[in-house]
């Protein structure tokens, strides 16, 4: 296990951070629950692209779970302003379309990954450890 993800070693200076923008209150509540257990700090949740603004101008997060289909703002549209917001940050886009073409809009616009829902949840908790890790070995 990494160790800024196990919670074991972490302190608060030092621990993997993530925010969770999904317009599904169930599918942030997921999240959360595997996060949290993988010992990632939370710091903040959102249902709008908006509100993932508001969340990363007053955090840095070291992940961004973030929606693609949102009311208003697509996830996709809203990469940008959160890159710039926070440029280390991993954003790994959510969504049931499949679709070549929002999957290659979403890496062009500066997605990290990307993971289709509904979640297999094992599969997502091998997604957040690899993630932990590559950001504890400063990896892209």
């Known amino acids: 296990l990494s160790?800024?993800?196990?919670?074991?070693?972490?302190?608060?200076e030092d621990a993997i951070t993530a925010i969770v923008v999904d317009d599904s209150?169930?599918?942030?509540?997921?999240l959360i629950k595997l996060l949290t257990e993988a010992g990632?700090?939370?710091q903040g949740e959102a249902g709008t692209a908006e509100a993932a603004v508001d969340l990363c101008k007053e955090n840095t997060p070291d992940l961004i779970f973030l929606d693609v289909m949102m009311p208003g703002i697509s996830g996709i549209d809203v990469i940008p302003a959160l890159h710039e917001l926070s440029p280390m940050a991993k954003i790994i886009m959510l969504t049931s379309v499949s679709e070549r073409d929002t999957v290659l809009k979403a890496h062009e616009a500066g997605a990290h990954n990307y993971l289709l829902k509904p979640f297999d949840v094992n599969n997502l908790k091998r997604q957040i450890q690899k993630l932990c890790t590559q950001i504890e070995e400063g990896k892209p």
């Open 3 to 12: 160790p800024r993800c196990s919670g074991a070693t972490a302190t608060m």
């Open 25 to 30: 209150t169930a599918v942030r509540r997921i």
């Open 40 to 42: 990632v700090t939370l």
